[in-house]
């Protein structure tokens, strides 16, 4: 599981009084033509807390030039609880709040060498998570605020992560059967061409299907959340291709696990290896033993 909670939380406003940054999605900014490499995606998420994002664009494969990741996370921004309005809330601290607002430098770098940028969401300790929305119009309302940033920011997505809400807190009810896949609903609704994708974790990992309607029908990807494990997401609707059942975490996955891991992946067909933990350390021949692997290629660091 992902080993960091944001504690030090600012909204990110999105008033339309309020002076705001120019919005990368109005910028006719030259885009790289997206390449589908051999041998699926690679995700990445980074704590931004104390490393750059920029990190996951510094690698390409030698063979081909592509980027080895091709999707990098921002790690993290919190469903938070304010006890005023009695409302979920999406907020940032400020580590996150510096990327988003300084998105021509940190975000749209990275989308032009074709990647995607993802927002995760985690929850912090006051008693909001994605499993216990009451009712519809409650589970629709985080979902604005959700797509209103993705949008507003230029992200191509967001990420879901049911870890640290400590459900209970604050009076909040315990997580429900219904309340993630109403998420899940609302969000696609608004966010019809983005991705959504969920680190199956947490509560919301045995609450994937109500009424009729299940996770895999709203989510494009889905990973495991064990760290030097091999173990395929049960997420109804996914194909293998949007599966990732192998995590390392960059810092303390031994390259023969992490190859090991890559081994399992495209032996038995699935289009997903997750990474977490990047920092600013030069780490090209460890991504190159999972590289080889996967993509038949090693993996040239450029600082």
């Known amino acids: 599981m992902l080993t960091s909670c944001s504690t030090l939380l600012f909204v990110a406003s999105c008033k339309k009084d309020e002076a705001r940054p120019d919005n990368p999605q109005t910028k006719s900014e030259p885009r790289v033509e997206t390449v589908t490499k051999a041998g699926g995606k690679s995700v990445c998420y980074v704590e931004v807390n104390s490393n750059s994002l920029l990190n996951t664009g510094k690698y390409t494969l030698t063979t081909g030039g592509q980027q080895l990741f091709d999707i990098a996370i921002i790690f993290a921004a919190n469903i938070n609880y304010n006890t005023t309005t009695g409302k979920a809330v999406l907020y940032n601290n400020p580590n996150v709040t510096n990327v988003l607002v300084n998105k021509n430098t940190q975000i749209v770098p990275l989308q032009n060498k074709g990647m995607k940028v993802l927002l995760s969401i985690l929850g912090n300790h006051q008693g909001a998570g994605f499993c216990n929305f009451t009712s ?3 589970a629709k309302a985080f979902a604005q605020q959700l797509a209103d940033t993705a949008n ?6 967001i990420d879901f992560d049911d870890e640290y809400a400590d459900y209970g807190n604050n009076g909040l009810p315990q997580p429900n059967d219904s309340s993630f896949v109403m998420l899940l ?6 966010m019809p061409t983005k991705i959504i994708s969920f680190y199956y974790y947490g509560p919301a990992a045995s ?6 309607k299940k996770a895999g029908d709203f989510i494009n990807y889905s990973w495991n959340a064990m760290y030097g494990t091999y173990s395929v ?5 996914l194909t293998k291709a949007n599966l990732g059942p192998a995590a390392v975490d960059i810092q303390a996955t031994s390259q023969s696990t992490a190859n090991w891991l890559a ?9 997903i290896y997750l990474w977490y933990n990047l920092t600013s350390t030069d780490k090209h021949v460890y991504f190159s033993g999972v590289s080889n692997i996967l993509y038949g290629s090693s993996v040239t660091y450029t600082p």
């Open 207 to 212: 609450r994937l299907s109500w009424g009729g």
């Open 185 to 190: 609903d609302e969000l696609r609704k608004l």
């Open 152 to 157: 507003y920011y230029g992200l191509d997505g």
């Open 233 to 237: 997401p049960n997420v109804a609707g």
């Open 263 to 271: 081994t399992q992946t495209k032996n038995n067909g699935y289009g």
């Open 136 to 138: 519809r119009a409650a």
